[in-house]
C-alpha cells in the first residue's frame, strides 16, 4: 500500500579525510597508499635535498656572482653574456667538445654493434670473449686514463716501442695539440666499446625474429642483404637508445683530458666539461661556473630532442602504428 510520503534517499558519505590526502577509495585503500608513501619518502627525501635542491641553487647562483668567500651578489644575466661573448675559452672548448662527441658516438656505436655481432653468433668460448670485452668499462676511468698514459709516453710509452720496432717512429699521442683529441677518441674507444652499449646491441639482436631471418635465407639473401633489411630496421630502438647515451655521454667527456693532460697541450683537450669544473673549483668562481653547467645542460637538451624528433623517420617499432 502505497503512501503520501517519499521513500528517504540514500545518503553516501564522501570519501574519508586520510583517502582524499593519499589516494584511494577507502580507508583501508588509504592506508595502503600511505605505506606505500612512507617507504618511498628516504628515496623522495633524497631527490628533493640532494637533486632538486642542488638543481635549484644552481640556478640561483648562476645569475650572481659567488667565489664562496664572501655571500652570492646578484648580478643578472652578466654571467651568460661573458660566456657568450667575453670568455675566450667558451667557444673553442664547445667546439672540441663537439668535435669529440661527432668522431666518437658513431665509431664507438660500430664497434659496439660489431662485437655484439661477433657474441650473437653462438661461437665456443662466446661467454669468455664477453667477459674480456666488458672488463675494461668496469675498471675505474681514473685507473684507466693513467694506464693509458703510461702506454702512450712520447719516449716509453710501449705504443711508441712498438712503432719504432716497426719502423714508424714515434706519434705525439697526448703531448701535441693536433693529436690530443684523437688520442683520447682512440683511449675512449678502446675502454667503452665493449661495454654497455655492447650488451644493450647483444640484447637486441637476441630479439630479432628467427622467422625474418629464416625467410630472407629462403629468398635467397645474403649476410648483407639480411642484416640491411632485415636485422637493422628490428635494432633501430636499440641503436636509437644507444645513440642518446653515446652523445649524451660523450658531451660529458672529462676524465681522461683531466688526469691525462688537464686540458692541454695548448688548450687542445680543454673541453666543456673541463671548463665547467677549472671555473667553479679551481678558480672558485661558482656563480660563473653554474652558468656554464646551466648553458651546458641546455645543449644537451636541444641534442637529445633534435635527436627524438629525427627518430620518426628512421626507428621502426614492433606494433606500433
Known sequence: MQTGMSNPQIVTPGRPLLARLVGGQTRQGARKALVGYLLISPWLIGLLVFVAGPILASLYLSLTSYDMLSPPRFVGLANYHKAFFEDPLFWPSLGRTFYFAIVFVPLSLVGALLLA???NQGLIGTNIFRTAFFLPSLTPSVALSVLWLWLLHPQLGAANQVLRLVGLGSFPWLTDSSTVIPSIIFIS??????????????????????????????????RWTKFRHVTLPMITPTLFFNLILGVISALQVFTVAFVATNGGPDYGSWFIALHIYQQAFAYLRLGYGATLAWIFLLVVLLLTMLNFASSRKWVFYRGGS
Open 189 to 222: 674507444l678502446a675502454t667503452s666499446t665493449g661495454g654497455g652499449s655492447m650488451l644493450i646491441f647483444l640484447a637486441g639482436l637476441q630479439g630479432v625474429p628467427k622467422e625474418l631471418e629464416e625467410a630472407a635465407t629462403v629468398d635467397g639473401a645474403g
Open 117 to 119: 655481432m661477433l657474441l
